[in-house]
């Protein structure tokens, strides 16, 4: 079994600056896929980002951008500018990649608060 | 942008109760899911659906849980009879290929009393 696990939870940052949120993850797969989803208080579940894990490149998508480390199992997601409309729980989640429609494990969640 | 819709958004029942949680997947996706997240807890899946069954379920999805995808647009969850730990928020999902990452709906706040 997958578990996924979110060592932070909760963070602050100021407005503008750059934060990272940790996700580590325990898996015996090789082909997998990774995610992070965002939940403001609207309790929406949101997705910010995905990486395949064959793939070294890190993905980005405008301010968020993550540091994926296979051997390590560290997936971590890092937001530049932080604005306030970024204030909302973070999730990690895991995807085996060998079936399609594979469930999604999550982790705990990271509360993060930007400041104005 | 193509929406998945769930309704009613808050929901109160009795326990002991049945009741039926609906959803509206994105028309071309192929892939249904339920989630659930008690109250300051991680998100947990129940059930994945495609091509008409059950793809996987968790242990949680036990005999009072169900699905069904009655009219080809419409994705229920029905709790036979409703605990009160089941008061949760349950979100439904859709994809189209079951990797690129689901479309959540906004979910359902499930109050059981």
């Known amino acids: 079994a997958q578990t996924v696990t979110q060592s932070q939870p909760e963070m602050s940052v100021q407005e503008a600056e750059t934060v990272t949120l940790s996700c580590t993850y325990d898996t015996s797969e090789n082909n997998y896929y990774l995610f992070w989803y965002k939940q403001p208080p609207s309790r929406q579940m949101i997705l910010v980002i995905r990486?395949?894990?064959?793939?070294?490149q890190n993905a980005t998508e405008n301010r968020f951008s993550v540091n994926f480390q296979k051997a390590a199992k560290s997936f971590s997601l890092k937001i530049s500018d932080s604005q306030l409309g970024d204030t909302a729980m973070y999730f990690c989640a895991f995807m085996k990649g060998e079936t399609s429609g594979s469930r999604l494990t999550f982790g705990e969640g990271t509360q993060l608060t930007v400041n104005p | 942008e193509p929406e998945v819709t769930q309704t009613p958004s808050h929901q109160v029942t009795q326990m002991g109760q049945e009741v039926i949680l609906r959803c509206v997947p994105i028309?071309?996706?192929?892939?249904f899911y339920w989630y659930r997240q008690i109250l300051g807890q991680k998100v947990e899946f129940l059930v994945s659906?495609?091509?008409?069954?059950?793809?996987?379920k968790s242990e949680i999805f036990d005999d009072q849980f169900s699905v069904e995808r009655p009219d080809g647009s419409n994705f229920t969850l029905k709790i036979r009879s409703t605990k009160l730990e089941d008061s949760a928020m349950y979100f439904c999902a859709s994809s189209l290929t079951g990797v690129y990452g689901y479309t959540f709906g906004s979910g359902t706040r499930l109050t059981v009393v």
């Open positions: 659906f495609y091509n008409n069954e059950i793809s996987e």
């Open positions: 028309s071309n996706h192929l892939y």
């Open positions: 990486q395949e894990a064959y793939k070294q």
